[in-house]
């Protein structure tokens, strides 16, 4: 059987990585820096595992010796600020497989200033410029959007109406100034081999909180798919992403950025008909992949489950009750 170390448990896209890993057979293993947890609990006691938190030193080392002391043969990260530090030791981590696009395909994900340029060729991009000068004095119209290079969520965007707002803000590379897409917003869950598209699902975000589709329906648009398509083409995506693109002014979807890891909304795809856990477990494994995978049209909202547990079962953790800063 295979054993799968799943760390980020507590996000709503760790939980339905584990349910589905567990649902198809695989020997899960459960992860968190916090105690509470709750995909701790959706594991045998004896697969679950305390880490430190994705920005410690001590991270990576932590994954490591859990992979030797539990014999791990696929680590799953379901967490940004985890990506990069995993990747960048993936040989360290050899036999076991992490599932996780490269390094470099995380590097341009995770800057969206880098996406914007090497997407820019082939998918539809938005006029994408820094906070400096050079960028002010662009051809805009207005309002523009303006946000941090990096960073998950709405944190830090914001639009500017006119000129005179744009020109009073300080320069700073580590913000960009880009085109507004007025439209409607879409997530496309994709997964890909080498650049090569495996599945597309396009899904709206009827309802969002903090950062997080709660409500929301596939729908099949080829055009979405193309462009995600294009997307996960240009980056060399090998593995799983959340490309989110946004209609123009002419009603055209266009790249807003790519998630390179499983959505919160995950459940919503594997319920229309492409379980990516276990596509991307396939893909970790060398087995050989579907193409032009269907799904069906269908809707979600999310509600709040409990699980309930004897109190002497709850893992005591430092990292409790963390903050976004402790991610």
Request: net charge negative.
């Given at each position: ?53 994705g920005r ?44 996780a696009?490269?390094l ?33 004095a ?20 914001h ?19 880009q ?36 409500a ?5 648009d ?15 995506l ?9 209609r ?30 276990v ?23 999310r ?25």
């Amino acid at each position: 059987m295979t054993r799968v170390l799943v760390t980020g448990a507590g996000g709503a896209a760790g939980v339905a990585v584990i349910r589905s890993l567990v649902a198809h057979g695989a020997d899960v293993f459960a992860a968190d820096m916090d105690g509470w947890a709750a995909g701790l609990y959706l594991v045998p006691a004896e697969r679950r595992r305390l880490v430190q938190p994705g920005r410690s030193p001590e991270f990576v080392d932590g994954v490591l010796s859990i992979v030797r002391e539990d014999d791990i043969d696929v680590v799953f990260s379901t967490v940004d600020v985890e990506l990069e530090p995993l990747a960048a030791r993936r040989a360290e981590l050899a036999p076991t497989v992490l599932a996780a696009p490269s390094l470099s395909t995380l590097a341009t994900c995770l800057d969206k200033l880098t996406l914007a340029e090497a997407c820019a060729g082939s998918a539809r991009v938005p006029t994408t410029m820094i906070l400096d000068a050079t960028g002010k004095a662009a051809d805009w119209t207005f309002p523009v959007i303006i946000k941090p290079r990096r960073g998950a969520g709405s944190r830090g965007v914001h639009l500017v109406a006119d000129r005179a707002g744009l020109e009073a803000m300080p320069d700073d590379e580590a913000i960009i100034i880009q085109a507004n897409l007025p439209g409607e917003e879409y997530s496309v869950d994709v997964i890909a081999s080498g650049g090569t598209l495996v599945a597309a699902v396009p899904r709206t975000r009827a309802r969002v909180d903090s950062g997080v589709s709660i409500a929301g329906q596939t729908v099949r648009d080829p055009e979405l798919q193309r462009q995600a398509g294009l997307v996960a083409a240009a980056i060399g995506l090998d593995g799983v992403a959340n490309v989110q693109l946004r209609r123009d002014v002419d009603g055209l979807p266009a790249l807003l950025e790519v998630n390179p890891r499983f959505p919160g909304a995950l459940p919503l795809t594997i319920a229309a008909g492409v379980d990516l856990p276990v596509l991307a477990l396939d893909l970790a494994l060398g087995e050989e992949l579907p193409s032009g995978l269907d799904f069906r049209e269908i809707a979600t909202v999310r509600f709040l489950e409990d699980l309930i547990l004897d109190p002497a079962e709850v893992l005591v953790s430092e990292h409790a009750a963390h903050g976004p800063e402790d991610e």
